[in-house]
């Protein structure tokens, strides 16, 4: 197959690239190592051996090469160095610097105009840990605007919260989704986009929590909350590794219920909970979907959507229905906080694909209240 060239890529509608797209552009835009996996609207980032504990915390990035600053901030930087095994092990309250496994070319995404915007992967997310890409040239997390960038080298930054993780080379913890063209110029808005993709009312783009309760395991809950991380081990974050008990790192919280019998959830101070949207989504192939909290900090409390929504989620269910839930994470602040049924977390941004990916079945399609895949179920 020949290869695809700058003049093939300009030929492309203006869009969220798709995955066959995507492959194209592997020696293109795309260099160094494949991608573990492209899904239909992005593809995933993997570690390297290069990794560094931040040992003053997080170091937002400030355009120009990031690396430069550690002779800036003498110290700041610690060489991490994987174990007998070949894994790292990352600590809850830490955070971690890890060279990708991938690079942008610049002058590619310069000519052609492709933009990027990123998120931590679903099943790291639920894992309640941070991981932000930073690309050099960019003052900003989660992104790239193309004159921007400089070498196209990436890196992810990763805090776990609640549990300690292990990660080894080839680990994917973020996802790339790109555009041909600016962002904002691919959105699509309207009342009628969203009766065609949100089932419930009122379909108006919002999504709601939903503290009904389902089935896990031998008892019913509305959430799941993490457990205190003192003595667990770490959860291994890698592909095709044993999976853990969720017994173990997570309990099942049932909802309470006020003297009108609504339901209520108490998050507590410093506490991770898993929470579910009622409204389901049942996208088309021409759309792809970003998850925005209503506000990061809602009050007492952090919300928070990892993992895009690519097309035809909620369409590809094992048993043929129709419509799929999203998935928060929510941690507690400073104050415990009441948390209602039916309260606003999310605000749904549509995005029209430059071309339609085919049809392939979508691991989260069916969940309801799920946790990450690292875990093993109920």
């Known amino acids: 197959m020949a290869a695809t060239t700058i003049k093939d890529v300009r030929d492309w509608m203006p869009g969220v690239l798709c995955k066959e797209q995507l492959e194209k552009l592997v020696g293109l835009v795309i260099l160094g190592d494949l991608p573990a996996d492209f899904d239909k609207s992005s593809m995933d980032l993997t570690l390297s051996r290069d990794g560094w504990e931040l040992k003053n915390g997080a170091l937002k990035p400030s355009r120009g090469p990031y690396l430069q600053q550690k002779h800036t901030y003498s110290g700041f930087f610690e060489d991490l160095v994987a174990d007998e095994s070949g894994q790292f092990i990352l600590y809850p309250g830490k955070t971690y610097l890890f060279k990708t496994q991938q690079r942008l070319h610049a002058k590619s995404i310069k000519e052609l105009g492709i933009f990027g915007q990123a998120t931590a992967r679903s099943s790291i997310g639920r894992l309640d840990v941070l991981a932000r890409l930073i690309v050099d040239g960019m003052n900003c997390y989660e992104g790239f605007r193309p004159d921007e960038v400089e070498s196209g080298d990436m890196f992810v930054e990763i805090t776990p919260l609640s549990f300690p993780i292990s990660v080894k080379p080839g680990s994917a913890v973020s996802q790339l989704r790109l555009f041909l063209g600016p962002p904002e110029d691919c959105e699509i808005k309207g009342a009628l986009l969203h009766q065609a993709t949100i089932l419930g009312e009122p379909a108006d783009g919002y999504l709601r929590v939903d503290l009904s309760h389902v089935q896990k395991g031998d008892r019913e809950a509305c959430a799941l909350k ?8 770490p959860v291994p974050a890698i592909k095709g590794a044993s999976k853990p008990h969720p017994s173990e790192y997570w309990e099942r919280i049932e909802a309470s219920l006020n003297i009108h019998n609504e339901r209520y959830l108490k998050i507590e101070k410093g506490s991770f909970y898993i929470l579910r949207s009622k409204e389901q989504l049942a996208l088309h192939g021409s759309t792809a979907v970003y998850c925005m909290a209503i506000d990061e900090t809602i009050g007492e409390m952090r919300i928070h ?56 079945e979508d691991q989260y399609s069916d969940q309801t209240l799920n946790l990450s895949g690292f875990f093993a179920d109920w």
Not at 226 to 233: F, G, H, M, T, V
Not at 311 to 330: A, N, S, Y
């Open 226 to 233: 993490a457990r205190n991380a003192d003595s667990l081990s």
């Open 305 to 360: 959507y990892a993992g895009f929504v690519h097309p035809w989620f909620g369409r590809e269910r094992k048993d043929k229905g129709k419509g799929t839930p999203l998935i928060f994470e929510v941690r507690g602040h400073d104050v415990p906080v009441i948390l209602r049924d039916g309260e606003i977390l999310a605000k749904l941004r549509y995005y029209h694909m430059s071309r339609e990916p085919q049809k392939t």
